[in-house]
Structures are given as structure tokens and as C-alpha cells.
């Protein structure tokens, strides 16, 4: 299962935002983090083996973590385009 997770912290000082990028970076099913603006200040990309394994994770990512203010969680249905490649070619 695949699920696009929203985050936003208590408080955004540089060494909060340091301190939520190391704990993700060492969560093998965060596949990709992003430092965004808007009402999130991170977006992330999980994998879990079911729900009972996302629920799992959000404990130690979230419920743990005094300085995540807020989630939120879309479950993915279908996947209709994934890449990562960046184009090089000129126009």
C-alpha cells in the first residue's frame, strides 16, 4: 500500500525541520520526503504491508513526535503515472 501523507509541525526552527528530516531519512518506508509550502510544511510518500503496518508508522513518525503538530493521510487507489526521471534534452 502506498499513502501520500501531509505534515505539518508545531514549530518550523531550522534544527525542528533538521530533527523531522533525520527521523524520516532513518524510516525505510518513507520513499520520498518533500519540504513544502502551504498548509503542510512536509509531504511524504510511505509504503506499508497493510494498515495495521501504517498505523505502526504513524506512531513512531507522529503520535511520538511532539513537535508534529498535524497529518494528514490520503490512501493511494491507483497508480497512474511513477517516475522520477528529469528530462535533459533541450527544447
Known amino acids: 500500500m502506498t499513502f501520500i ?3 505539518e509541525l508545531e514549530r ?3 534544527d525542528q525541520l533538521d530533527a523531522f ?3 524520516v ?3 525505510v518506508q518513507v520513499q520520498q520526503c518533500y519540504y513544502v509550502t502551504g498548509e503542510a510544511d512536509f509531504t511524504l ?3 506499508a504491508r497493510n494498515m495495521a ?3 505502526a ?3 513512531r513518525l507522529f503520535f511520538e513526535n511532539a513537535n508534529v503538530r498535524r497529518f494528514r493521510t490520503s490512501v493511494v487507489m491507483d497508480r497512474a ?3 522520477l526521471s528529469v528530462s535533459t534534452e533541450e527544447e
Open 5 to 7: 501523507v501531509m505534515v
Open 12 to 14: 518550523e526552527r531550522i
Open 21 to 23: 528530516r533525520r527521523i
Open 25 to 27: 531519512r532513518k524510516e
Open 45 to 47: 510518500i510511505c509504503t
Open 53 to 55: 503496518d501504517f498505523e
Open 57 to 59: 508508522l504513524t506512531q
Open 81 to 83: 503515472k511513477v517516475g
